[in-house]
């Protein structure tokens, strides 16, 4: 095994969180190997579903100029003048923050950032060295504190469509509606889209009847619970509040979504109903927490009695888990005294308080170094 050397911090994770991670500590000036993911990796991050983030501030201008260069390519000047001028506004996703985030670190903390287009395969503390190490494949890296990024992935409503005379019942018919945002998944973050039309939830769980119930509260615009098949679990209170807003549930296997240019129009149910929605947000909860290096290194999870795969990793208000120097930060964490945050902006506040943790630990043995006290 090639062995390398050691860094102030490895970040694993090529999301959000292990971005926001990555920059601020570069701008402590700390040694970092930005572990960011590779093609296998990449499919799992929630990020890359992103398409627009319009419910936070502060985007780096450099996105705007890159979106503005690319519409002038070519010199077609008149023509990217008018896609400017008729867009409402200009949509920034996830990918775009993170290339730019890549493109900043890259050009302006290359001496104290290496960036590795690798997924890390397992993780242990070695006592000796005082040092997690991380292996992608046949290399070993060593850090002396480890930030975990890896994210999670929602579980996604299995469609029984009919396709070529053959019923086939699979996720993947959702997911080109999932890209054009027909299909929801965070209420905090896409439930205001919509005001402009009428949403199912899918699911069958309280936390399912509970969102629709706010859809409802908030924007007027829950129509029904599609449990696509399933009982529902949700509580004899909750039941009465569905029916006094009259959200409608039906039980019934959904087997296709149809809608045109303008967006979805119907979810079609196996007893021939077409439930005619703008919009439908998906309330199935988790089907994995990328939380095994996590697991490797002994940390504390949160969620007792789910499957170990599906459970958050539990940091207090720094970011830290159970064992010291190891930190997991957005999506996959989960912090005991609020609930479960899963945005842009809390992945990146969880991210920034983790690497002041480090660096204030690392200024404490600075400190100590220099009064030849103990650190
Ligand atoms: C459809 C959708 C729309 C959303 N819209 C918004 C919005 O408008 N506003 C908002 O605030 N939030 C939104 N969110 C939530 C937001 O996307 C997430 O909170 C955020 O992306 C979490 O960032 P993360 O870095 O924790 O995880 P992710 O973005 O999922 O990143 C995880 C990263 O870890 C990498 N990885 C995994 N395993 C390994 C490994 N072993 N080694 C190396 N790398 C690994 C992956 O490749 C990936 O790069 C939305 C989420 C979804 C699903």
Redesign the pocket.
Known sequence: MARDREFDLIV?????????AALRAAQYLLRVLW????KR????????????????IGVHEGIVRKKVLKLLRGGEYQAARKLLADAPRMAVS?RDI?ENTVERIEAEFADYVEVLD????GARWDGDGGAFVVR?GDAEHRGAALVL??????RQPSILKTKGGEARDEVKWIYPW?NR?D????I???GHLTVIGRAAVIGYSEAAAQLAMMLQERYGSACCLLTNGAEPEWSEESRRVLEAYGIGVHRDRITDLTGDGDGMRALQLENGEAVEVRFALVALGLYRV?N??ARQLGAELADPGKPEEERHVLIDRRGETSVPGLFA?????TRADEPVM??????QEY?VRAIDSIDHRRRRRMRAAKLGTPG
């Open positions: 694993v994770g090529g999301g959000i969180a292990g971005g926001a572990i960011r993911g590779d990796t990449a499919k799992r991050s929630r990020g890359l579903w992103v398409a627009n983030i319009d419910n936070m996830s993170i690798l997924a890390a395969d992608c990024a890896t994210g999670v992935m929602d999932a945002e299909i929801l998944y965070c905090r973050c896409e990328y095994d290096l930060v957005g999506d996959m964490a899963k945005q842009v902006y809390t992945a991210a």
